[in-house]
T-cell receptor
Framework: DTGVSQNPRHKITKRGQNVTFRCDPI?????LYWYRQTLGQGPEFLTY????????KSRLLSDRFSAERPKGSFSTLEIQRTEQGDSAMYLC?????????????????FGQGTRLTVV | AQKITQTQPGMFVQEKEAVTLDCTYD???????LFWYKQPSSGEMIFLIY??????QNATEGRYSLNFQKARKSANLVISASQLGDSAMYFC?????????????FGQGTRLTINP
């Protein structure tokens, strides 16, 4: 396993279309995160899964956004009715957590991201 | 709420010199972790170094060290003997455990350019 894999790497879509991104985490990692990064900013947390359970969602995640991790392995992030403000890099990360909370020093391993451009 | 502040939008350093990237944080939690990530132009976030709030010694990883001053709430990254490949964006981040929350909170980043 070479790391966190995200597909596609780039996506250009017209406003109003739906898009779906996929993230394959490191295989033994039970935690998976989605972040959004706009130009010139640091990543912002969107949502977090432990196994297949979605445990936290940011207020940034509007009703047009939905994330799933059906079997506790790969995850998908769907954006419906895309808007130009959705243009950003969408980063996925995974980590190995022990128990419900895990250790603070468990670093997250990031994928290379999906760059979305809404035109 | 947790907040990370990186006050240096850009830094320019000569190759082989040491460089310090500043990071201050704000939290009311007693237990937290601090991370530094490197983001080259390819986009991937690469983990560099970790410091726990209860760690008494500053963390070191090869050429990277973290100057942790808890009372000042600062966690500056020091890169010794900089190399051309160190040119990238650098992000400071904090993780706290609050009711099971596991998110990392990132600063705005510092763009480091190493000149030959």
């Amino acid at each position: 396993d070479t790391g966190v894999s995200q597909n596609p790497r780039h996506k250009i879509t017209k406003r109003g279309q739906n898009v779906t991104f996929r993230c394959d985490p490191i295989s033994e990692h039970n935690r998976l995160y989605w972040y959004r990064q706009t130009l010139g900013q640091g990543p912002e947390f969107l949502t977090y899964f432990q196994n297949e359970a979605q445990l936290e969602k940011s207020r940034l995640l509007s009703d047009r956004f939905s994330a799933e991790r059906p079997k506790g392995s790969f995850s998908t992030l769907e954006i419906q009715r895309t808007e130009q403000g959705d243009s950003a890099m969408y980063l996925c990360a995974s980590s190995l957590g022990r128990g419900q909370q895990g250790a603070l020093n468990t670093e997250a391993f990031f994928g290379q991201g999906t760059r979305l451009t809404v035109v | 709420a947790q907040k990370i502040t990186q006050t240096q939008p850009g830094m320019f350093v000569q190759e082989k010199e040491a460089v310090t990237l500043d990071c201050t944080y704000d939290t009311s939690d007693q237990s937290y972790g601090l991370f530094w990530y490197k983001q080259p132009s390819s986009g991937e976030m690469i983990f560099l170094i970790y410091q726990g709030s209860y760690d008494e010694q500053n963390a070191t990883e090869g050429r990277y060290s973290l100057n942790f001053q808890k009372a000042r709430k600062s966690a500056n990254l020091v890169i010794s003997a900089s190399q051309l490949g160190d040119s990238a964006m650098y992000f400071c981040a904090m993780r706290a455990l609050i009711q099971g929350a596991q998110k990392l909170v990132f600063g705005q980043g510092t763009r480091l350019t190493i000149n030959p």
